[in-house]
Nanobody, 129 residues
Framework: QVHLVESGGGLVQAGDSLRLSCAAS????????MGWFRQAPGKERDFVAT??????????YYADSVKGRFTISRDNAKNTVYLQMNSLKPEDTAVYYC????????????????????WGQGTQVTVSS
């Protein structure tokens, strides 16, 4: 497992942008699959995006609800993964969690919480209408 710390959340208006960051400990960050999930009050924790590195390069996958608006990226030199969120909507309001799969096999990806072994504490994103 690794230690993950999210930052960048806040209160914004609909249509605004935010960039979340997640700093990770660990010497082999580049081998981890990294993901973002979110949890609204009274709801389950839902998949948002994931990024992996394979021999062919970085691969990303998004939930349909954020596709075209959110972008996940990573900087392996800084042990950091980002989530750029554009055109935010009130329904994007949630606590956003960074997650790592430190045993990533190098193929495929997971959209389920059980696929990740390390979690950050979460950062609140609130979008007002």
């Amino acid at each position: 497992q690794v230690h993950l710390v999210e930052s960048g959340g806040g209160l914004v208006q609909a249509g605004d942008s935010l960039r979340l960051s997640c700093a990770a400990s660990g010497r082999t960050f580049s081998s981890y699959a990294m993901g973002w999930f979110r949890q609204a009050p009274g709801k389950e924790r839902d998949f948002v995006a994931t990024i992996t590195l394979t021999r062919s390069g970085a691969n990303t996958y998004y939930a349909d609800s954020v596709k075209g608006r959110f972008t996940i990226s990573r900087d392996n030199a800084k042990n950091t993964v980002y989530l750029q969120m554009n055109s935010l909507k009130p329904e994007d309001t949630a606590v956003y969690y960074c997650a790592a799969d430190t045993t990533y096999s190098g193929s495929g990806y997971s959209i389920n919480t059980v696929g990740y072994d390390s979690w950050g504490q979460g950062t609140q994103v609130t979008v007002s209408s």
